[in-house]
């Protein structure tokens, strides 16, 4: 079953990424959100990490969080809006919080 | 107390049971907030209610298994009772990740309560077996 792991808190000085990038199954996808989003800053580890797991086209980053905070997740991540937001969250079997 | 198949190498285990089967990760450290015990009552309620579920013990939440804790220095109540009625609420599918142990120097064989090590491969596969998945 697939797993989509949902990221909300920034990756610096916090485990969830790294603990999260270890359990990730090979169908499974990630959604950052919120400061989850400073993961994909440029020249940082947790963007170094990130590439190094060549997601493709299973990362996302939520548009509106990445604008706010000035990230630019150009290949990379997909960015998306809330709707799409939504139909991840139903395309995959089950989504995992990490709060 | 009606014991559960292990989801582990069990397909069918979504026709056998009416309930989803539920994984709640847990990866704080005891004592520093509401986040192991919040899992841990999870767990739990759960098992009182016969749901087939599973406790992931992961980063700092290996620290829960560590033994002869004195809790009580700290004005809090010992987690150690709560996770030793896990088994007694019909919640024996304990794990912990190898890993993590490894990285804070503690050892499988030497913890408060039994869960089998399990290493990043094991993990995912953990996690894909599950319906559902909380991580607290």
């Known amino acids: 079953m697939t797993t989509l792991h949902v ?3 920034s990756p610096f000085g916090d485990n969830r990424l790294a603990s999260c990038l270890r359990l990730l199954g090979n169908a499974d996808a990630v959604l950052l ?3 989850a ?4 800053q440029p ?19 939520l548009e509106e969080d990445l604008q706010a905070r000035a990230i630019d997740p150009a290949g990379l991540a997909l960015a998306i809006d809330y709707p799409a937001f939504v139909e991840l969250s139903i395309r995959f079997d089950k989504v995992n919080s990490w709060l | 107390m009606k014991r559960h198949r292990s989801p582990i190498g069990s397909s069918a285990l979504g026709a056998i049971e009416m309930a989803k089967s539920l994984l709640i990760i847990s990866r704080q450290a005891p004592w520093s907030g509401p986040g192991a015990r919040e899992a841990l009552d999870i767990a ?29 220095q700290l004005q809090q109540k010992n987690l150690a009772a709560n ?19 490894a990285e804070r120097g503690m050892d499988a064989g030497n913890l408060s309560l039994a869960a089998q090590p399990l290493d990043e491969a094991e993990l ?6 599950y319906d559902q998945v909380i991580t607290l």
């Open chain 2, 83 to 101: 996770l030793q009625a896990l088994p007694m609420f019909g919640v024996d599918e304990l794990f912990v990740s190898s890993v993590s142990l």
């Open chain 1, 7 to 9: 990221l909300s808190h």
């Open chain 2, 124 to 129: 995912s596969a953990l996690v894909d077996r």
């Open chain 1, 33 to 35: 959100t919120g400061d």
């Open chain 2, 44 to 72: 739990l309620a759960g098992g009182a209610f016969d749901l087939p579920l599973g406790v992931l013990f992961l980063d700092d939440g290996v620290f829960q298994l560590q033994a002869a804790q004195q809790p009580g």
């Open chain 1, 37 to 40: 989003v400073y993961a994909l």
């Open chain 1, 43 to 61: 020249g940082s580890e947790p963007r170094r990490q990130l590439s190094e797991r060549r997601l493709a086209t299973r990362l996302f980053a």
